[in-house]
């Protein structure tokens, strides 16, 4: 007769019971850590951490709303670059724009 002995769980068992704490401490330790460093991040460019995405999605509506003075211009050259404004067109609302507040 055969006798099958067990001397418990095999080793890589043993070994699963340290390396998978471990892993998930570090798993936790880097949540942390890039929680906070987004935090300061924010705070340092002028935004509530808490509120962070409401307020750069209400900036980003106002940007598309009033363009800069810059891009509007741009657009404009680009216009009479391709001929879609004649020259007069485009001194007159190159003016315009550059009136604007």
């Known amino acids: 007769m055969l006798r099958v002995m067990n001397d418990g769980p095999p080793a890589i068992f043993d070994a699963m019971f340290v390396v998978v704490p471990i892993f998930i401490a570090c798993v936790i330790v880097l949540g ?52 879609v404004i004649s020259a007069e067109e485009h001194a007159k609302a190159r003016a315009d724009a550059l009136a604007q507040p």
């Open 32 to 83: 942390i850590y890039t929680t906070i460093r987004n935090r300061n991040a924010l705070k340092q460019a002028g935004y509530d951490p808490i509120t962070a995405q409401v307020q750069m999605a209400d900036r980003l509506i106002r940007s598309q709303e009033h363009p800069s003075l810059e891009s509007r211009l741009k657009e404009l050259d680009d216009l009479h670059a391709r001929g």
